[in-house]
């Protein structure tokens, strides 16, 4: 696993897209405080750079590090959830402006997978993490349904087996600085 961390940490510092498998499905990834490489993610995935993509963290603190205010409601969350939850917050910091909604908010998830919190917290800064596919297509489950055109648009494919038995996409749930709280998706 040390090796393929030193791997996805050289092609990320190197503004390049990795494909790796994070605690949901195989994400695409790049440096999330790089313009340049989080255009290269909207490119690949065929998508309007308006809909915003999600980043991770490694822990909290790397949460507290790019979000103005992180909400106490949202550590109960973190804390509650049964699976992978992802948070979107007002007001982030110190990321890629093309990664902020236009609404100044970003989808962040502090990862609960061993080989992303090794990986983030190697890197020091926060990931992008986006589906594996061309926006608009289905999610593939595994690594065998990533499409030709998603593992040839990559830099790096990370070497690890799939391990999860029935990956899904994360829950997504909007937290307001206002106290407001909207499940985007279940």
């Not at 993509?53 to 049964?82: F, N, S």
């Not at 970003?106 to 990931?127: T, W």
Request: net charge negative; aromatic share 6%.
């Amino acid at each position: 696993m040390t090796e393929e961390i030193n791997h996805c940490i050289k092609e990320l510092k190197a503004g390049n897209l990795i494909l790796y498998p994070t605690d949901t499905v195989w994400g695409i990834g790049c440096d999330a405080t790089n313009p340049e490489a989080v255009k290269k993610v909207y490119a690949l995935k065929k998508r309007e750079d308006t809909k915003a993509l999600i980043c991770l963290v490694a822990h909290q603190a790397m949460l507290e590090r790019h979000v103005k205010e992180v909400p106490e409601m949202a550590y109960d969350i973190m804390d509650l959830a049964t699976k992978p939850t992802t948070i979107v917050f007002d007001a982030p910091k110190d990321v890629a402006q093309n990664l902020i909604a236009e609404d100044n908010t970003l989808a962040i998830r502090v990862a609960s997978d061993k080989f992303c919190q090794y990986l983030i917290n190697k890197f020091g800064k926060p990931i992008v993490s986006t589906s594996a596919n061309i926006s608009g297509e289905p999610t593939p489950k595994r690594f065998k349904d990533i499409s030709p055109e998603i593992l040839k648009g990559v830099d790096y494919v990370v070497n690890l087996q799939d391990e999860k038995q029935d990956p899904s996409p994360s829950s997504i749930i909007k937290l307001s600085n206002d106290g407001q709280v909207k499940v985007i998706r279940e």
